[in-house]
């Protein structure tokens, strides 16, 4: 019988200078490759999470694991989540709000190891019935592993991450919740109060994200804020119930979507132009305070006409210029090409001398860019003319490149009297004609910092029942920033009279040749 072991171990004697693989016989080699190719593998590890490859793919988890259909607007919000700290979500209703709040919940706790999840609403019915709820359902459809508990305080747990809920009118829980991949998800948050937002905060300095998901009821508080004046530190999504497949396409493509009936149901029964159709139907805030000079409902328009645009800006070439008078406030340039404006350079702690060189060199660069030669016509440049925009107007006026350039320097003085009836100052009359212009089809860029500026100023009125727009300061105490994009904006918008003193200033340029542009 032959001995195996001593097959294995049958090496003759080496001298110093052989090599090592030499001394294992051919026989031992083969029997020892033999037994390495038949024998069993190893078993798997029992710590390897099988949803570890979803950790980045919410998508996929939702799709593949879940069985769920999900929707562009759905996918995009689960993306934003991934990628995004800061994500708020305004929408009509049965637009899969909750479900997209429970397959995030799911979607963390599964595939991200270690993270932590809160959902909460206004009230724990909310949280009960709606979120929780939904979350159940997917988990118990999807036959989930991991500890689920009928108590949305006990939460959901498994391996090393958990998510639980609670309702937001008990902000003293947040203050003990923290951990490396944090996120909280609050459902109808334009009705949470304030103070939950402050505790969450506190968190948020750490790292942790926050999903705000809800029907546009309240023009105030932190939800208003992310689509107006705090707009540039969010990531924002608007969904109409009128844009779900259901809608669309007129069949019930997707179960608990709005449908294209229900849709014109409620548009006959609130009618197009009522609040309840605007918020329920349209995810668009209610009308604001009858004290608000420019509505949000009119820059969302702006919004879409510009985003609807494909051909180059045309029309007359203008510019405004709101010169920074304090140290924290920005000198902005703002050019408009008929009714589009293209986007503004904005400059900081600059003297008169910098602002008017940095006025011609735009000048220059937009005439080249857009096709818009010193013969098509000159360029007015409208500047507020107070305080340190007196000097950048001087130079201006007094520059023989700016002549060359084509640019005609109209000083615009806000603090004087108005010269339309109606208004208080000048700058009442600009605000309220900017106003005027966006109704009549004025477009605006995606600039999320002019959106803010845009809505935030209020109006009243004077003993004689003029109208007055508050000043910078008062708005600069509310937006912790001067509105000053759109006040170059509306420098730019605003005509002012026809003079002599004008049509001189263009005549004059015949006295110039044109300068090179490029």
């Known amino acids: 019988m032959l001995n195996l072991h001593s097959l294995l171990n049958d090496t003759p004697s080496l001298s110093a200078t052989e090599p090592a693989a030499a001394a294992v016989s051919p026989l031992a080699r083969g029997i020892r490759q033999g037994l390495a190719e038949t024998a069993p593998a190893p078993p798997p590890s029992l710590d390897v999470n099988p949803f570890a490859s979803y950790r980045d793919d919410p998508v996929g988890f939702a799709e593949e694991v879940l069985g769920l259909k999900v ?55 909310q949280v009960r019935i709606i979120i929780w709820k939904e979350l159940t359902n997917l988990h118990g459809n999807s036959r989930l592993p991991g500890q689920l508990f009928v108590d949305p305080g006990t939460g959901y747990r498994y391996r090393k991450s958990e998510v639980f809920g609670f309702s937001t009118d008990e902000p003293e829980k947040i203050a003990g919740i923290s951990g490396a991949d944090l996120l909280f998800i609050l459902d109808e948050a334009s009705g949470v109060d ?36 705090k707009r540039h530190l969010w990531h924002t999504i608007h969904i ?18 709005a449908t294209r009936d229900w849709v014109m149901e409620k548009k006959l029964d609130w009618g197009e132009d009522s609040p ?5 139907v349209l995810g668009n805030f209610p009308g604001q305070a009858e004290n608000t000079v420019i509505g949000l409902g009119l820059v969302e328009a702006a919004r879409a006409r510009h985003d609807a645009q494909e051909a180059p800006p045309t029309g007359m070439f203008t510019l405004g210029v709101d010169v920074a008078r304090y140290g924290d406030d920005s000198t902005v340039l703002q050019p408009l090409f008929g009714s589009r404006p293209v986007p503004p350079t904005v400059h900081r702690k600059q003297d008169n001398v910098e602002v008017a060189g940095h006025v011609m060199d735009l000048v220059a660069r937009l005439r080249a860019l857009h096709g818009y030669p010193v013969a098509a016509g000159p360029v007015r440049v409208k ?23 084509g640019i005609v320097t109209l000083p615009v003085t806000v603090s004087e009297r108005a010269t339309a009836e109606g208004y208080s100052k000048l700058r009442d009359q600009l605000w309220f004609a900017l106003r005027d212009w966006l109704r009549d089809g004025g477009e605006l860029p995606p600039d999320s910092h002019l959106e803010g500026e845009l809505v935030a100023p209020r109006f009243s009125f004077d003993t004689q029942g003029r109208a007055k727009v508050e000043g910078k300061d008062e708005i600069k105490k509310r937006m912790n920033r001067s509105p000053d994009r759109a006040d170059a904006l509306a420098l730019a918008v605003y005509q002012p009279p026809q003079d002599t003193g004008v049509a001189s200033a263009i005549a004059a340029l015949d006295d110039y040749a044109p300068i090179g542009l490029d």
């Open 194 to 229: 304030e103070p939950l937002f402050a505790a969450i905060e506190g968190n948020m300095a750490g790292g942790a994200g926050l999903l705000m998901i809800s029907n546009p009821t309240q023009t105030s508080g932190t939800f208003y804020e992310a689509f107006t004046t």
């Open 383 to 405: 500047i507020d003319d107070l305080g340190n925009g007196g000097g950048v107007t001087d130079h201006l006026k007094h520059s023989e490149r700016a002549a060359a350039l």
């Open 71 to 125: 929707w562009s607007r759905m996918r995009e919000i689960l993306l934003a989540v991934r990628d995004r700290k800061r994500v708020a979500v305004r929408s009509g209703h049965k637009v899969s709000k909750s479900t997209t709040a429970a397959v995030i919940a799911l979607w963390r706790c599964l595939c991200r190891e270690g993270s932590r999840t809160v959902l909460s609403a206004p009230t724990s019915r």
């Open 276 to 280: 309840l159709y605007q918020v329920r």
């Open 240 to 257: 109409s119930s009128a844009e779900t497949p259901n809608a669309v396409s007129g069949e019930v493509l997707i179960p608990g979507l």
